[in-house]
Structure formats: structure tokens, C-alpha cells
């Protein structure tokens, strides 16, 4: 018996960033659910290489105000709630992600960030499915 992975390109939202915004260590990703129109966290990127976190840096702009997300966000089903710092939801990566999901709400595995795309927040796909 052989596991197989599948992944695919999609995009998602930057709401957040763990270590700092001038040096992210990873970016925490969201959708905009189709039933709330709110930002729903959906998984986290891996480590960023140190070309990837310049590329993002100088987009992001901390949150002033209200934020979909609380200020501790647990990240996964293992984790217990971490800090990070709260980005306006304004920058839109391309990812690559396992398919496989938990309810199709998060990615199951962390997403590979592949690179900054140049589109609006609002035309992010709803489903975590979508391909780019």
C-alpha cells in the first residue's frame, strides 16, 4: 500500500504573521466564508525562505482596529492558542496545499507560499478546493 499526496495551487489571504512583519517567519492564511462574508482562518505556510519573507514584507500593514481573529489563534488540532501579529487582510499569496482538509474549512498540513500574487482579497476563491 503507497500513500499518495495530492496538492494543488490556490490562493489565499495574509491575515497574519508569526515572528514579525519586517521578517515573517510564516504567514497565517484565510478564506472569506461564503456564508459570512468574515475572514475564516484556513491554515499556515511553512517556513519561509528568506527570499519569500522579503517578497511579502513590505506589503503587509498591521491590523488597526477590528480583526476577523482573535489575538491567540490556535493554528492547528494540536496546537494550543499562539500569538502573532494581526495583518490587514490586503495581501494574497499563491500557495501550494495538501487537498486534504478538516470539514473543508483548514488545511489539514501546512501550504507551501510560493509567491505574492497582484489581485484583490475579494476574488480569493471561497472554496479550498479551487485551483488557481
Do not use: F, K
Not at 23 to 52: E, F, I, K
Not at 108 to 125: G, K, N, Q, T
Amino acid at each position: 500500500m503507497a500513500q499518495v499526496q495530492s496538492r494543488q495551487a490556490t490562493d489565499a489571504v495574509v491575515g497574519g504573521v508569526t515572528c514579525s512583519l519586517h521578517r515573517p517567519y510564516a504567514l497565517l492564511l484565510g478564506r472569506y466564508g461564503s456564508d459570512t462574508g468574515r475572514l475564516h482562518y484556513a491554515g499556515r505556510t511553512t517556513h519561509l525562505a528568506d527570499a519569500q519573507a522579503a517578497s511579502v514584507a513590505p506589503l503587509l500593514v498591521a491590523a488597526i482596529g477590528g480583526h476577523p481573529w482573535p489575538a491567540r489563534l490556535t493554528v492547528n488540532w494540536q496546537s494550543r492558542p499562539t500569538g502573532y501579529h494581526q495583518v490587514a487582510p490586503l495581501v494574497v499569496v499563491e500557495i501550494h496545499a495538501d487537498i486534504a482538509t478538516d470539514q473543508g474549512r483548514q488545511w489539514r498540513h501546512l501550504v507551501r507560499m510560493m509567491r505574492v500574487r497582484d489581485i484583490a482579497p475579494d476574488e480569493v476563491p471561497l472554496d479550498l478546493h479551487r485551483r488557481v
